[in-house]
């Protein structure tokens, strides 16, 4: 079975700008929550989605946005980059009624330059 | 101040040395994860934790929810995991993971 899969693995882009990362789930997963990971620091909670509906926010401004499709898969999106914007972004997906459980993908490193 | 705090930040450990990475926590919690972290990034639970115990291979977990703290340890280490340790923990309130800082382990051969 494939894991949570994410794409694209590395991306730069210039200031400004604005950028879409993807992420597939476990299969039967209906769950998806991302993360932002500053070089050197923990993750950090930037939404959570189930059954394609907002569930939860972190503390991310209005330029964070994000939706989840009926096939469960997600997409972030990031308008107006800042330098500040760059880190690793995680997916993370969960079974349902099991929001305990994650199962991370391998993240899309994200350089604003 | 952190939700998860962990110590130590680094460590780094002669092969065969036996490892312990500490994480408290200050919000109620369903579960903890402890989490192994590779260069390039990918992150895999190791273990998820509400009460006592849990051992998998060289690795062993401990909780204790009274006093909101889980240890990791590492017994007979090998250079093999060198990785990043991060402790995450699933906040019963805020419906959100709330993750450590992470403890960077080096073991050298």
């Known amino acids: 079975d494939a894991g949570v899969t994410q794409s694209p693995t590395h991306l730069i882009k210039t200031r400004g700008q604005q950028v879409t990362l993807r992420c597939s789930p476990i299969?039967?997963?209906?769950?998806v929550s991302w993360y932002q990971q500053v070089l050197g620091q923990g993750p950090q909670f930037i939404f959570q989605y189930y059954e394609k509906e907002e569930r939860g926010r972190g503390n991310f401004p209005d330029r964070f946005s994000a939706r989840q499709f009926p096939n469960y898969s997600s997409e972030l999106n990031v308008n107006a980059l800042l330098l500040g914007d760059s880190a690793l972004y995680l997916c993370?997906?969960?079974?349902?009624?099991?929001?305990?459980?994650?199962?991370f993908g391998q993240g899309t490193r994200l350089t604003v330059v | 101040k952190n939700e998860v705090e962990q110590s130590p930040q680094n460590l780094t450990a002669q092969e065969g040395e036996f490892i312990t990475i500490n994480c408290s926590y200050s919000v109620g919690i369903s579960a903890l994860h402890w989490l192994q972290q590779h260069p390039g990034g990918g992150i895999v639970s190791l273990f998820m934790?509400?009460?006592g115990k849990k051992k998998h291979g060289r690795l062993i977990a401990t909780i204790n929810i009274q006093e909101k703290h889980s240890s990791l340890h590492i017994t007979a280490s090998h250079p093999r995991d060198s990785a990043v340790y991060i402790c995450a923990v699933y906040s019963n309130t805020g419906n959100q993971f709330y993750f450590g800082t992470g403890t960077s382990l080096t073991v050298i051969p």
């Open positions: 299969s039967g997963h209906k769950s």
């Open positions: 993370a997906s969960s079974p349902a009624g099991r929001n305990t459980e994650a199962f």
């Open positions: 934790l509400s009460s």
